[in-house]
């Protein structure tokens, strides 16, 4: 095994060779296949045992910012090896389980969205994602408080990523109420594993939009008082 080659490299110029023979591979697929020729179980054991720290911290995307609760424990920023240099969350399996999550976020002005119903979307991939790899958007009030929020966590259909998926659409569309001080959004992983984005689009749409989420659930009258009653399973 030659560890000195970067096999993020090598997926590269594997996916270019497959191509020139009419097939075509994600960029996901191939680093796999490498990982696999370079004795691994798979692309997250290879980057663990391979990597570890060795590429360093990733140049993040001006006007972005890091955030979450195990944050240190992922490499985060632009994927420079990946087709078009998407962004990447990437769990740093060396440093043991993952509890927590890590995001690539914005903050910004709300006023100006005031009154009006965005829409949320992104071109989001992973890889061998254990727990979860999505979008997320918040707003909150002047005093810091959420009146607004999804991340997709709780959809039966089109939800949260994981496992290892090809590139595929996901948006969240809320509500902005008057008054509201600050957009929160961006790209999370919780758990273990990788994740791309390499679009994210916000924009107003109109009311013919359906919210995918609109504050918080609020029942007409108490239930399930005794828990006897239990939740469908997504």
Same mark, same amino acid.
């Given at each position: 095994m030659n560890a000195s080659r970067d096999p993020k490299a090598m997926a590269k110029i594997l996916r270019g060779d497959v191509a020139a023979y009419g097939l075509e591979l994600s960029h996901s697929q191939c680093l796999e296949i490498v990982a696999h020729q370079l004795g691994h179980a798979d692309w997250n054991t290879a980057a663990a045992t391979l990597a570890g720290d060795r590429f360093g911290p990733l140049q993040l995307p001006?006007?972005?910012? /890091?955030?979450? !609760?195990?944050?240190?424990?992922? $490499?985060?920023g632009i994927d420079p090896d990946a087709p078009g240099a998407p962004v990447t969350i990437q769990s740093l399996e060396h440093r043991g389980p993952h509890l927590g999550f890590a995001t690539?976020?914005?903050? /910004?002005?709300? !006023?100006?969205?005031?009154?009006? $119903?965005?829409?949320?979307?992104?071109?989001?991939?992973?890889?061998?994602?254990?727990?979860?790899?999505?979008?997320?958007m918040r707003i909150d009030d002047e005093h810091g408080r959420n009146i607004r929020f999804d991340n997709m966590e709780d959809r039966r259909v089109d939800g949260v990523l994981q496992g290892t998926q090809d590139w595929t659409e996901r948006r969240i569309v809320l509500n902005v109420p008057k008054g509201s001080h600050t957009l929160n959004y961006g790209l999370y992983l919780r758990g273990q594993g990788q994740c791309w984005s390499r679009r994210f689009d916000l924009q107003t749409v109109g009311a013919d939009v359906p919210t995918t989420s609109d504050g918080r659930k609020v029942h007409d009258q108490p239930m399930n008082m005794n828990f006897a009653e239990r939740s469908v399973m997504a």
């Amino acid at each position: 095994m030659n560890a000195s080659r970067d096999p993020k490299a090598m997926a590269k110029i594997l996916r270019g060779d497959v191509a020139a023979y009419g097939l075509e591979l994600s960029h996901s697929q191939c680093l796999e296949i490498v990982a696999h020729q370079l004795g691994h179980a798979d692309w997250n054991t290879a980057a663990a045992t391979l990597a570890g720290d060795r590429f360093g911290p990733l140049q993040l995307p001006m006007g972005w910012q /890091v955030a979450g !609760s195990n944050a240190t424990d992922y $490499r985060i920023g632009i994927d420079p090896d990946a087709p078009g240099a998407p962004v990447t969350i990437q769990s740093l399996e060396h440093r043991g389980p993952h509890l927590g999550f890590a995001t690539l976020m914005q903050m /910004v002005d709300a !006023s100006a969205f005031a009154g009006q $119903r965005l829409q949320l979307s992104a071109d989001l991939s992973c890889a061998h994602v254990r727990g979860a790899a999505t979008i997320w958007m918040r707003i909150d009030d002047e005093h810091g408080r959420n009146i607004r929020f999804d991340n997709m966590e709780d959809r039966r259909v089109d939800g949260v990523l994981q496992g290892t998926q090809d590139w595929t659409e996901r948006r969240i569309v809320l509500n902005v109420p008057k008054g509201s001080h600050t957009l929160n959004y961006g790209l999370y992983l919780r758990g273990q594993g990788q994740c791309w984005s390499r679009r994210f689009d916000l924009q107003t749409v109109g009311a013919d939009v359906p919210t995918t989420s609109d504050g918080r659930k609020v029942h007409d009258q108490p239930m399930n008082m005794n828990f006897a009653e239990r939740s469908v399973m997504a």
